[in-house]
């Protein structure tokens, strides 16, 4: 694909969906209702989820996100300004026991700029009964000059009414929507698929079919970003729209 091509659909893409954001957001599609009822239902804004742990794995192998041991992604994010940072996302051989019951798969995130650690991460996924991922939480470190500022945005599900979000559908429709987490004015991102046939180009290579979604937070109104999932691969490319214009694309993907 040529560069010119490739900016022209990015541009389509990104007219496209900041006219139905405009517009209220997308289709208005019900909670899914996958594989076992009810029970597959996604959950929504801070409604309280009552999930049983036997219902849950952390063998995760969605195929918009899969999480085997050992898998790594290698991300540049880029600001307008120019900075550019390095995100080392890592499935771990680790699990954690979390407060709501479920045994989680641990994943590591290390975000540095300049060969120093801004922030680290722990994250907490697991993989229901119906093939959605869910987010369990996370334990987070914020660094300024090599030193730990900040756990803001941590959380558990269970603990001080932290609730688990959905962080990718069994099967992704067009119009799906899902909060992906929630601690009331800590963590309350959501997201709705936006899209099933689009293409990205980063410096891994060039996906087709990928999954478009358009995430927000309550806490944060000005903020919109549109991520890509490639099958077989996961996040391949974040771009901000509104609130920010970074872009995060990945690099290099090994897979566990």
Same mark, same amino acid.
């Given at each position: 694909m040529s560069a010119k091509r490739s900016i022209a $659909?990015?541009?389509?893409?990104? /007219? !496209? !969906?900041?006219? /139905? %954001?405009?517009? =209220? &957001? =997308?289709s208005t599609a019900k909670a899914s209702t996958e594989g076992a009822g009810a029970t597959c239902a996604l959950p929504q804004g801070s409604e309280r989820v009552n999930l049983n742990p036997a219902d849950f794995t952390t063998r995760i192998d969605n195929p918009f996100w899969p999480m085997k041991p050992g898998s790594r992604w290698i991300y540049r994010e880029t600001d307008p300004d120019g900075t550019k940072q390095r995100v080392v996302v890592t499935v771990t051989a680790k699990t954690k026991l979390i407060a709501n019951g479920i045994t989680a798969r641990v994943v590591h995130d290390v975000v540095t700029e300049d060969g120093q650690p801004v922030e680290v991460t722990d994250d907490w996924y697991a993989q229901d009964k119906?093939?959605? /991922?869910? @987010?369990? &939480?996370?334990? $987070? #470190?914020?660094? *300024? #000059? &090599?030193? /730990?500022?900040? $756990?803001? =945005?941590s959380f558990e599900a269970g603990v001080d009414g932290a609730q688990a979000g959905v962080i990718m559908p069994?099967?992704?429709? *067009?119009?799906?929507? @899902?909060?992906?987490? @929630? @601690? %009331? &004015? *800590? %963590?309350?991102?959501r997201a709705s698929i936006f899209s099933l046939d689009e293409q990205a180009e980063v410096p891994l290579g060039y996906f087709?079919?990928?999954?478009? $979604?358009r995430d927000v937070n309550p806490l944060s109104p000005k903020v919109l970003e549109f991520k890509f999932f490639a099958r077989g691969v996961g996040p391949v490319l974040a771009i901000g729209v509104s609130g920010g214009s970074d872009r995060e694309e990945l690099v290099s993907y090994k897979r566990g």
């Open positions: $659909t990015a541009l389509g893409i990104l /007219v !496209a !969906a900041l006219a /139905v %954001a405009a517009a =209220g &957001g =997308g119906c093939g959605h /991922v869910w @987010y369990l &939480g996370e334990f $987070t #470190n914020e660094y *300024e #000059n &090599g030193k /730990v500022t900040s $756990t803001a =945005g069994a099967k992704p429709r *067009e119009g799906m929507r @899902y909060r992906q987490e @929630y @601690y %009331a &004015g *800590e %963590a309350e991102d087709k079919d990928v999954v478009m $979604t």
